[in-house]
C-alpha cells in the first residue's frame, strides 16, 4: 500500500514570496490532516479534512494560509505571503479511523 | 498548558538499556494514545497505539496507558543503535486531529 506522498521535500524562499505545497493520502482515507512542525516542536495541526470538505481550521493563520481539497483526495496548502516564522516542516497525514498516517514532509525555509 | 508534555530529553543510552519514556496530558477525553518515530528529515511513522488504559506489546516495544494518573509510556527493551530518533506520544480522539508532546530524542550508543 503507497503511502502519503508529498512534494516537494524542500523550498527555500524569500519573506513575503508565496509558495505551495502538494499532498497525496493514502488510497481510500476519507480525513486529512495538515500539521506544522517547528523544530524541536510536536506537529500542530493546520487544518483536517474530511473528505473535501473542512472539520477544523481554527488554527489556521488565514491571513496568510490556505488550503484546499478538491474532489476529497490531493490536497494543496498555500501560503501567501510567507513569513520568517513559517519556517517549519509541513507535514501531511491521512486517516481512515483514528490510526493517522504521515507523509515525508515539506521542509520550508524563508530567508 | 498544553494538552500533552513530554521531557524533550535528550536522552543517551548504551546499546541494550531499556528505554523508557513518558509523557502526560491534560484532557481526561482522550481515548487514543500514539507513539511515533521521527528519524532525522523524515516524518512521523506510527509506532503504536493504545485505546484507553492498558498496556500493549510489539516486540521490544511495550506501551502503557494509566488514565487515572494521565500518564503515557513507552518502554524499550533490548535498545539498538537503530532506535535513536525523536519519540513523540500524541493523544486524542478518533477523527479528531491527535494532541503531539515536543518529542524525547534518543541516543543509543554502540
Known amino acids: 500500500e503507497a503511502g502519503v506522498a508529498q512534494s516537494p521535500r524542500y523550498k527555500i524562499i524569500e519573506k513575503r514570496q508565496s509558495v505551495a505545497f502538494w499532498c497525496n493520502p493514502i488510497?481510500?482515507?476519507?480525513?486529512l490532516y495538515w500539521y506544522q512542525q517547528i523544530l524541536g516542536q510536536g506537529p500542530k495541526l493546520l487544518i483536517q479534512?474530511?473528505?473535501?470538505?473542512?472539520?477544523?481550521d481554527s488554527q489556521l493563520p488565514k491571513d496568510r494560509f490556505s488550503a484546499e481539497r478538491l474532489k476529497g483526495v490531493d490536497s494543496t496548502l498555500k501560503i501567501q505571503p510567507a513569513k520568517l516564522e513559517d519556517s517549519a516542516v509541513y507535514l501531511c497525514?491521512?486517516?481512515?479511523?483514528?490510526?493517522?498516517?504521515f507523509g515525508p514532509g515539506t521542509r520550508l525555509t524563508v530567508l | 498548558q498544553k494538552e500533552v508534555e513530554q521531557d524533550p530529553g535528550p536522552l543517551s543510552v548504551p546499546e541494550g538499556a531499556i528505554v523508557s519514556l513518558n509523557c502526560t496530558y491534560s484532557?481526561?477525553?482522550?481515548?487514543?494514545f500514539m507513539w511515533y518515530r521521527q528519524y532525522s528529515r523524515k516524518g512521523p511513522e506510527l509506532l503504536m497505539y493504545?485505546?484507553?488504559?492498558g498496556n500493549k506489546e510489539d516486540g521490544r516495544f511495550t506501551a502503557q496507558v494509566d488514565k487515572s494518573s494521565k500518564y503515557i509510556s513507552l518502554f524499550i527493551r533490548d535498545s539498538q543503535p537503530s532506535d535513536s530518533a525523536t519519540y513523540l506520544c500524541?493523544?486524542?480522539?478518533?477523527?479528531?486531529?491527535?494532541?503531539f508532546g515536543k518529542g524525547t530524542s534518543l541516543l543509543v550508543t554502540p
Open positions: 497525514a491521512s486517516s481512515l479511523e483514528y490510526t493517522q498516517y
Open positions: 493504545t485505546y484507553s488504559s
Open positions: 484532557n481526561s477525553a482522550f481515548q487514543y
Open positions: 488510497s481510500g482515507h476519507a480525513t
Open positions: 479534512f474530511q473528505n473535501n470538505g473542512v472539520v477544523d
Open positions: 500524541a493523544s486524542g480522539n478518533s477523527g479528531y486531529a491527535l494532541n
